[in-house]
């Protein structure tokens, strides 16, 4: 056992703690044993039921009857006690075990490091407890991802915004030199980052990197920083680059504009949008993309059409609505303002 103060099976914890028989509702009962668990196992233990906490208890006794952290737990993944009790977020359970003896940045298969699975499951209490045992911010898995990529993006089912607090904790910690690091699928963690849909985050990395030109950070399809955040309705970070006329005027891999992604993605934007281009407003909306749509055609075309807004683009700006695209589709407006004089 690594802990051998601890007890081997749930029945021997019952033992301990002079519970005779569990009752679902008794609040001394769930007191102890939440007590135990966050002394022993997890600081951030919530009780939620004894059939939950003891699949939890089982689970942790289950790692401590290996030998040591280092011993493999998967032989396909390569992920020993540490990788596993990191990403499951025992934190109390390594803080006891780990030592000058333990390669706390030991790989697994996809050289992730226990570090890496505990930010990627936003495990707040045990990436702290890794840090202050001296695991390295800076190691890089095979995706090409540091531990602060793996929290660049939205949680599906934390409220508790770990993952912020997580990317805060490790950001001044971690190599300044790292922070445009290109993975494997070709992105940066500035484009990561628009997931948050915080513009503080992605202006605390240029801090750091004064030096980053945003316009140069493009994702496979050729989308910057803007066109990520309107696809992805971060409009905080829309108003705070749009400014940025390097990003604003900037064109996809596919010719899209950032009008074409708004009529695509995000609609209530493009007033804005629009207002922000100024004197460029009419050359951004006759512009078009790869298949020759403006943004007439992404406005009426591409469901749900909005034919009213449309219509007042194409008045406002004299707008050529008879220009077809490569399918030889024109934009469906009723009311086509002339463009006879």
């Known amino acids: 056992m690594i802990i051998t103060t601890l007890p081997g099976d749930w029945a021997s914890l019952l033992d301990q703690l002079n519970i005779t028989?569990?009752?679902?509702?008794?609040?001394?009962?769930?007191?102890?044993?939440?007590?135990?668990?966050?002394?022993?196992?997890?600081?951030?233990?919530?009780?939620?039921?004894?059939?939950?906490?003891?699949?939890?208890?089982?689970?942790?006794?289950?790692?401590?009857?290996?030998?040591?952290?280092?011993?493999?737990?998967?032989?396909?993944?390569?992920?020993?006690?540490?990788?596993?009790?990191?990403?499951?977020?025992?934190?109390?359970?390594?803080?006891?075990?780990?030592?000058?003896?333990?390669?706390?940045d030991i790989t697994d298969e996809n050289k992730n490091t226990a570090l890496h699975l505990a930010a990627d499951k936003?495990?707040?209490?045990?990436?702290?407890?890794?840090?202050?045992?001296?695991?390295?911010?800076?190691?890089?898995?095979?995706?090409?991802?540091?531990?602060?990529?793996?929290?660049?993006?939205?949680?599906?089912?934390?409220?508790?915004?770990?993952?912020e607090a997580i990317f805060k904790y490790l950001l001044p910690i971690t190599d300044p030199e790292l922070l445009d690091f290109i993975d494997t699928d070709k992105r940066t963690l500035i484009l990561d980052l628009v997931a948050l849909k915080n513009p503080d985050y992605i202006k605390m990395i240029?801090?750091?990197?004064?030096?980053?030109?945003?316009?140069?950070?493009?994702?496979?399809?050729?989308?910057?920083?803007?066109?990520l955040a309107i696809i992805q309705g971060a409009n905080d970070i829309v108003k705070a680059f749009m400014e940025d006329k390097s990003l604003l005027l900037q064109k996809t891999s596919n010719g899209s504009t950032v009008l074409h992604l708004?009529?695509?993605?995000?609609?209530?934007?493009?007033?804005?949008?629009?207002?922000?281009?100024?004197?460029?407003?009419?050359?951004?909306?006759?512009?078009q993309d790869n298949e020759r749509n403006n943004l007439l055609h992404h406005l009426t075309l591409k469901e749900p059409p909005d034919e009213t807004m449309a219509s007042d683009i194409a008045h406002r700006f004299d707008?050529?609505?008879?220009?077809?695209?490569?399918?030889?589709?024109?934009?469906?407006i009723e009311n086509r303002p002339s463009l006879t004089h």
């Open 206 to 227: 240029l801090a750091k990197r004064p030096d980053l030109e945003l316009a140069k950070m493009l994702d496979p399809q050729g989308q910057n920083i803007l066109h």
């Open 21 to 104: 028989e569990v009752k679902e509702n008794d609040k001394k009962q769930q007191e102890q044993i939440t007590s135990w668990c966050t002394q022993f196992i997890k600081s951030d233990f919530q009780f939620v039921s004894f059939a939950a906490t003891r699949h939890l208890v089982e689970e942790c006794m289950l790692l401590n009857k290996y030998g040591s952290l280092e011993d493999i737990v998967d032989d396909k993944s390569r992920r020993t006690v540490l990788h596993k009790a990191a990403s499951l977020g025992y934190d109390r359970f390594l803080d006891a075990t780990l030592n000058n003896h333990v390669d706390i």
């Open 319 to 332: 707008v050529d609505t008879e220009l077809p695209n490569i399918y030889g589709e024109v934009p469906k």
């Open 262 to 287: 708004a009529a695509l993605h995000n609609r209530g934007i493009i007033s804005m949008l629009i207002e922000e281009l100024g004197s460029l407003g009419k050359k951004m909306i006759d512009s």
């Open 122 to 163: 936003f495990r707040l209490p045990t990436v702290k407890c890794l840090i202050e045992h001296k695991s390295n911010p800076n190691c890089i898995n095979r995706s090409g991802h540091l531990p602060l990529n793996l929290v660049a993006r939205s949680p599906l089912d934390d409220t508790s915004k770990a993952n």
